[in-house]
Structures are given as C-alpha cells and as structure tokens.
Nanobody, 121 residues
Framework: QVQLVESGGGLVQPGGSLRLSCAAS????????IGWFRQAPGKEREGVSC????????YYANSVKGRFTISRNNAKNTVYLQMNSLKPEDTAVYYC??????????????WGQGTQVTVSS
C-alpha cells in the first residue's frame, strides 16, 4: 500500500523550531520529488518547499527562505523539513506530496494526511 505519513508537528512559540518528517511506504522515494505544502484556515494551499529526485534541486517559497531547510534521506525513505525562526503566520496543516522526478507547484501523485503546526505564545 502506497502511503506518505507526516509527523513532527505541534505547538511551538514564535522563534522556535520544529522538524517535520515525511515517511514513505509501499514505494521508494529515490525517483520522486517531494514537496511540502501548507494550508491555513480560510486560505488556499500553498507550496512551501520541494526537493527533486533528478538532480536534488531545491525550491523554497519566499516566505520561508532562510528559515526552512528541506532534506532527504533515501536510505530511510524519508524527507525532512527543518523549520526555524517560526512565526505565527507559519501556522497551518503541513502536507507532503510525492511526484515522479520533478517538483510541481500543484503537488504530486501521492499525498500524506497532514500534520498540524501551530505557532503561538
């Protein structure tokens, strides 16, 4: 069964950090680009970051550049999103999506169920 499972979300104070994980099962991530997306209440889903499989090209939304870092560990079939200097506006449900080879702003063929990130004092 093909599955993506996010974990690592939670409640954190402004300026804090979290590391999200996206673990794949039922398929290997070696040939897939993995994107992180988020959706806040009342807002459209937006792309946060993506790492391709072909050449490891990485993309970040302007709003998270310099604060978030995406990485992949193919041996563990997992992609990570390290989030530092978190702001209240980062509050959202975060999803990972897998797409063959290349990143896409529309997502992927497989989606996780999401993990809640809340930044609040």
């Amino acid at each position: 069964q093909v599955q993506l499972v996010e974990s690592g979300g939670g409640l954190v104070q402004p300026g804090g950090s979290l590391r999200l994980s996206c673990a794949a099962s039922g398929f290997t991530l070696d040939y897939y680009a993995i994107g992180w997306f988020r959706q806040a209440p009342g807002k459209e889903r937006e792309g946060v970051s993506c790492i391709s499989s072909s050449d490891g090209t990485i993309y970040y939304a302007n709003s998270v550049k310099g604060r978030f870092t995406i990485s992949r560990n193919n041996a563990k079939n997992t992609v990570y999103l390290q989030m530092n200097s978190l702001k209240p506006e980062d509050t959202a449900v975060y999803y990972c999506a897998a797409r063959k080879y290349y990143c896409s702003s529309t997502g992927g063929d497989y989606w996780g169920q999401g993990t809640q990130v809340t930044v609040s004092s």
